[in-house]
T-cell receptor, first 120, second 113 residues
Framework: AQTVTQSQPEMSVQEAETVTLSCTYD???????LFWYKQPPSRQMILVIR??????QNATENRFSVNFQKAAKSFSLKISDSQLGDAAMYFC?????????????????FGTGTLLAVQP | DGGITQSPKYLFRKEGQNVTLSCEQN?????MYWYRQDPGQGLRLIYY???????QKGDIAEGYSVSREKKESFPLTVTSAQKNPTAFYLC????????????FGEGSRLTVL
């Protein structure tokens, strides 16, 4: 079974600085998707960024980028120029691509989350 | 605007009572999911449905029940058999294939008194 591990329960960063959140996963599959979700105090889960495993290029969305190391099964999130609004719980998630052709359930497996604080 | 609506946002229940959490989506998504969130445990899958009139147990289905009579609706009943029901419950949906990401509702906080 696939698992997702986030080893940093809490992180802190100064406003305008850069922070990296870690995520590792375990799978025997070669085709899958990885995601980072943000959960602010409002509790609404928001997709930050997604990565397809078959793509070697790391995904980027404005100030958010990932470092996807497939062989190491690592998927870290880098937040540049941190803002106060970035303060939230961040979840890493995995989804099998086998679900695309009916080979598996189309469900996401989540890590336990990292609580990010942004200091002014 | 399209989205997922969960209700109620806050719910208090006495021990021994069943409660039903509502989840409605107008995104025309085929698949819907219920997750439970507890501090330090991330999100755990309770039940999911990939098509109307069909649903499967997730990782922690004991003490819960669902129905999927309409594409738009996927209510979750927390029964008295659920030993520790106090939690934050999140409903989500997606189109089902080649989309990956889930779209979430705002959640429902259930407290058992």
């Amino acid at each position: 079974a696939q698992t997702v591990t986030q080893s940093q329960p809490e992180m802190s960063v100064q406003e305008a600085e850069t922070v990296t959140l870690s995520c590792t996963y375990d799978t025997s599959e070669s085709d899958y998707y990885l995601f980072w979700y943000k959960q602010p105090p409002s509790r609404q889960m928001i997709l930050v960024i997604r990565q397809e495993a078959y793509k070697q290029q790391n995904a980027t969305e404005n100030r958010f980028s990932v470092n996807f190391q497939k062989a190491a099964k690592s998927f870290s999130l880098k937040i540049s120029d941190s803002q106060l609004g970035d303060a939230a719980m961040y979840f890493c998630a995995y989804r099998s691509a086998r679900a695309d052709y009916g080979g598996a359930t189309n469900k996401l497996i989540f890590g336990t989350g990292t609580l990010l604080a942004v200091q002014p | 605007d399209g989205g997922i609506t969960q209700s109620p946002k806050y719910l208090f229940r006495k021990e021994g009572q069943n409660v039903t959490l509502s989840c409605e989506q107008n995104l025309n998504h085929d698949a819907m999911y219920w997750y439970r969130q507890d501090p330090g445990q991330g999100l755990r899958l309770i039940y999911y449905s990939q098509i109307v009139n069909d649903f499967q147990k997730g990782d922690i289905a004991e003490g819960y029940s669902v129905s999927r009579e309409k594409k738009e609706s996927f209510p979750l009943t927390v029964t008295s058999a659920q030993k520790n029901p106090t939690a934050f419950y999140l409903c989500a949906s997606n189109r089902g294939l080649r989309t990956g990401e889930l779209f979430f509702g705002e959640g429902s906080r259930l407290t058992v008194l």
